[in-house]
Every structure is written in C-alpha cells, then in structure tokens.
Nanobody, 127 residues
Framework: QVQLVESGGGLVQAGGSLRLSCAAS????????MGWFRQAPGKERDFVAA????????DYADSVKGRFAVSRDNAENTVYLQMNSLKPEDTAVYYC????????????????????WGQGTQVTVSS
C-alpha cells in the first residue's frame, strides 16, 4: 500500500500560480506512476496530468497544457503540480493518485487505472 497526502491548495486570483505537492509513504515511490485529477462541485473527477514512474514521460489534459507542469522527486517521494495562469474554471478539489507500474515510460489518464488516492486539496481561483 502507498499513502498519499496532498498539500499546497488555497485561494488565488486569476492569473496567479500555485504549486501542489503530494507526499507518498508506505512503498517504494519510484515503482508508481502518478496522476493528478480534479473535481469541481457537481462534476466528475477529471484527469489533469500524469507522470511515469521514471519521470521521463508526462501527459496533460488539453485544458491545462502550457499552464500546468507535473514533476516528481523520487528521492523525496513527492510529486508536484505547478499551476500557472490560473483561471476561475480551475477551481476544484485536486487529488493525486498512484498506480503500480513496471514500465518506466507509461502514463495513465483514466481514474480506473489508479489504485491509490489522496484526500484532496482545495484550489479556488477568484476572478
């Protein structure tokens, strides 16, 4: 099992930036591909970004390409989501997720592919 704890959410004005962190514990972090998802009130939990276990591959939802960047530090057991040029429509609870992966380069963008989830962190972008 791996436990995930997100942090870094908050209230920011449109155009601002936030960096989310997701700290992992319990198992070898570098064996897990990671993902970020978000859920706005009354909506589905949607894919935001993903990174392979090695960090060599990344993937993004079209809505965040060019604004968000996912990275990881396997020595620190942490994955990050740098969010720039934030918009009010980015307001949501952001979740990190982990999936055991034997492939150094694969990323995953479907909720069903992830077995471990954090509790979420709220991001609110004011206009």
């Amino acid at each position: 099992q791996v436990q995930l704890v997100e942090s870094g959410g908050g209230l920011v004005q449109a155009g601002g930036s936030l960096r989310l962190s997701c700290a992992a514990s319990g198992r070898t972090f570098s064996n897990y591909a990671m993902g970020w998802f978000r859920q706005a009130p009354g909506k589905e939990r949607d894919f935001v970004a993903a990174i392979s276990r090695s960090g060599l591959s990344t993937d993004y939802a079209d809505s965040v390409k060019g604004r968000f960047a996912v990275s990881r530090d396997n020595a620190e057991n942490t994955v990050y989501l740098q969010m720039n040029s934030l918009k009010p429509e980015d307001t949501a609870v952001y979740y990190c997720a982990a999936r055991w992966s034997t492939d150094y380069y694969s990323t995953y963008n479907q909720r069903s592919r992830f077995s471990h989830w954090g509790q979420g962190t709220q991001v609110t972008v004011s206009s």
